[in-house]
């Protein structure tokens, strides 16, 4: 079923994109009465019609196609109920049944009884079979990929929309443009020749344009559903787009070729310059046609495949480029780096010499070359690192404090022993081995990917007679273990948070937690995310009443500065609101559920008996007070520091609830 399913999306795309094409191709030709620019434009809407009905019939089997597949059976895309479902109460279904209806009223101004007088009806109405096969090609976005991204699906299906557009407005017109200059060039066409010339430079213009579209909204498409390198080579969407790049790079490259050397010719002697130039020419965008039915076949197949945002990408090779350790090398290395880029800076003069002096292009280039890859070698290798399949892989399991209490637990149990209680690399087993465990606390353990800790977790890294653990905790445990790890470097930096804000540094995460008060649903510290910031206080009664009744006091002017408070009673009670009492009157929320696991994990941040946190709206935490005695504070203080937030001018973004 995947194999027609593909068949029939590549059937639909190629002739959807060929119909806007061949009237575009009219248009830019324009009327004629010539002969043979009458026969080929007869000609061109006759295969117009047939686009038409091939457009239809495939795009009902994709429908059919995608019935049988949601129903979970191969005989719902024969049955009229399942069709009707998926048509009317999906998205996509509503989106195909739309573009259907364009594609039959198109058939209707390109079939039926359509009076044609003037130029101006003749421009009218292959002007309406443009503009409706086009909304109808288009509006495959709204049915594909850009119609699930995030967070702006509405721009990545105008993105889309544009780059579907543009490959119908110039690859769609190949075709069409290969047939007239193939007419043209005949000892029969000659009449159709000034015509044929004045179509060809046409569409170079407009191509021109198209294709600068069609890069611009494909690079943009790439960000959208790859993100980045890891997505474009480790994954299947990613390969195959890499493949869809290379041969469009074919395409660009015969197009060039087209536009610099045959169109310019075509103004030569009829008969030794422009009649070759010509055949030329129809020989090249045949070519050029065919290796952009190729792209729409991989286009077809993208469209398939989950994109590579939404996949675990497999990294290939052996090795990656950072430069998140440029801070600890050695002056060694940053010599090499150094020397090495001004190699390549000039290579690059180099490069651009040979551009300007056409007498010595090729040693220069040459010799650019040879520079280039020098010094480019010489930077690179210093800033390449070791890497492994899982090196780029996303976490499955978030950072939040149930992640943290159980990632303790088995650190506990298999960990410890070698990399200390903290992490310092100074377990009991530690002076057995034959390398130092790493300190899992020092900043180089953050210039490791999510996936490097992984693999190493999971496959153990045996110079330093670290064993795998693949066998005895499962990938969530495994993940859990990491994200405990990533809490144990967090602790050690917010070692010098103090209770005044930094303004601009947004760097130490809050660990997402889940809290209910009372028979109330439980919320989590994500939902404020973007609309509030967060206090959460830590507190031991009785030391922490004459604090608790100063929040209380000034809880209203808090919440009117965007601020939510989170008490949490350290001894976790059931019963915390009832200990509290009625003095002082409480009003912001004191955690009677989950509060075990917050305790547990950010009273780390402060071993206090009452600790206040300052979370701002992207999830960062931004200031810590702890008190050991009396916990009387100002709360001005507090509303300085939140004040502090509120004039922030550039936003940090949204703390990612998992480590990378």
């Known amino acids: 079923m995947s194999a027609l399913g593909l068949a029939l999306r590549w059937a639909h795309l190629a002739s959807s994109i060929a119909l806007v094409g061949g009237a575009v191709m009219l248009l830019l030709a324009g009327p004629s009465d010539r002969p043979t620019a009458c026969a080929w ?159 060809a430079r046409r569409f170079s213009a407009w191509a021109l344009v198209s294709v600068l579209v069609l890069a611009a909204s494909g690079i943009a498409n790439a960000a959208t559903q790859v993100g980045d390198v890891a997505g474009l080579v480790g994954t299947t969407y990613g390969r195959l787009l890499l493949v869809k790049l290379l041969v469009f790079a074919l395409a660009l490259g015969v197009a060039g070729l087209n536009r610099r050397r045959f169109v310019p010719a075509l103004g030569g002697d009829a008969v030794t310059v422009g009649r070759p130039a010509m055949k030329r020419l129809a020989a090249a965008v045949t070519a050029e046609a065919l290796l952009m039915l190729v792209v729409i076949g991989l286009v077809a197949a993208l469209g398939v495949t989950p994109p590579a945002r939404h996949e675990q990408p497999t990294w290939p090779l052996s090795f990656r480029l950072t430069t998140a350790g440029l801070q600890t090398v050695t002056p060694d290395v940053r010599w ?200 959460l206080v830590l507190y031991t009664l009785p030391a922490s009443r004459a604090r608790l009744a100063q929040l209380a006091a000034g809880y209203q002017t808090l919440a009117t500065l965007g601020v939510e408070i989170i008490a949490v009673p350290t001894d976790s009670s059931p019963d915390a609101i009832k200990q509290l009492g009625d003095e002082p009157r409480v009003l912001f929320p004191i955690a009677t559920e989950g509060s075990a696991d917050i305790v547990a994990a950010y009273r780390r941040f402060a071993d206090a008996p009452h600790v206040e946190l300052l979370i701002d709206r992207q999830g960062y935490i931004r200031a810590r007070w702890a008190a050991r005695g009396p916990t009387e504070r100002e709360v001005n203080l507090l509303l300085a520091e939140v004040q502090e937030l509120n004039e922030e001018k550039v936003a940090a973004p949204p703390a990612d609830e998992h480590v990378h």
Not at 125 to 152: C, F, M, N, Q
Not at 177 to 194: F, N
Not at 438 to 452: E, K
Request: glycine residues 12%.
């Open 336 to 535: 090499q780096i150094l020397v090495g880029s001004q190699i390549a800076v000039a290579g690059g003069v180099v490069l651009l010499c040979a551009l300007m002096l056409r007498s010595l292009r090729w040693p220069l280039g040459a010799g650019a070359v040879v520079l280039l890859a020098t010094g480019g070698s010489m930077a690179l290798m210093a800033l390449s690192v070791d890497a492994y399949p899982t090196t780029y892989q996303r976490p499955t399991v978030p950072y939040s404090v149930t992640s943290i209490a159980a990632g303790a637990a088995s650190y506990g149990e298999r960990c410890v022993v070698c990399h200390g209680r903290d992490g310092g690399g100074d377990g009991p087993a530690a002076p057995r081995l034959p390398r130092p465990p790493a300190d899992l606390r020092a900043p180089h353990t953050g210039q490791h990917t999510a996936g490097d800790l992984f693999w190493w977790v999971s496959h153990g890294i045996p110079r330093g007679a670290m064993p795998g653990f693949a066998d005895a905790l499962g990938e969530e445990q495994r993940w859990d273990v990491i994200n405990y790890v990533r809490f144990l470097g967090a602790l050690e930096s917010a070692r010098w948070m103090g209770p005044k804000v930094d303004p601009g540094r947004a760097w130490l995460v809050a660990p997402d937690f889940s809290y209910a008060v009372g028979p109330a649903p439980a919320r989590s510290l994500r939902d404020y995310r973007g609309q509030r910031h967060v206090l």
């Open 41 to 199: 434009q007869r000609g061109i809407a006759r295969v117009a019609r047939w686009l038409l009905v091939i457009a239809l019939l495939t795009g009902l089997g994709v429908l059919a196609h995608q019935t049988a597949l949601l129903e979970g059976r191969a005989s719902a895309a024969f049955e009229p109920r399942a069709l009707a479902r998926v048509v009317t109460q999906t998205q996509a279904g509503l989106v195909w049944l739309v573009r259907l209806g364009m594609l039959v009223v198109a058939g209707f101004f390109a079939m039926g009884p359509v009076r044609v007088v003037t130029r101006l009806d003749w421009r009218a109405l292959h002007g309406e079979i443009v503009g409706l096969a086009l909304i109808a090609l288009g509006l495959v976005s709204a049915a594909g990929h850009a119609a699930a991204a995030e967070p702006s699906p509405l721009r990545a299906i105008g993105v889309d929309f544009a780059h579907l557009a543009a490959a119908g407005l110039w690859a769609g017109a190949l075709p069409a443009l290969a047939l007239l200059l193939r007419r043209a060039a005949r000892e029969d066409g000659a009449d159709a020749r000034p015509y044929a010339v004045l179509a």
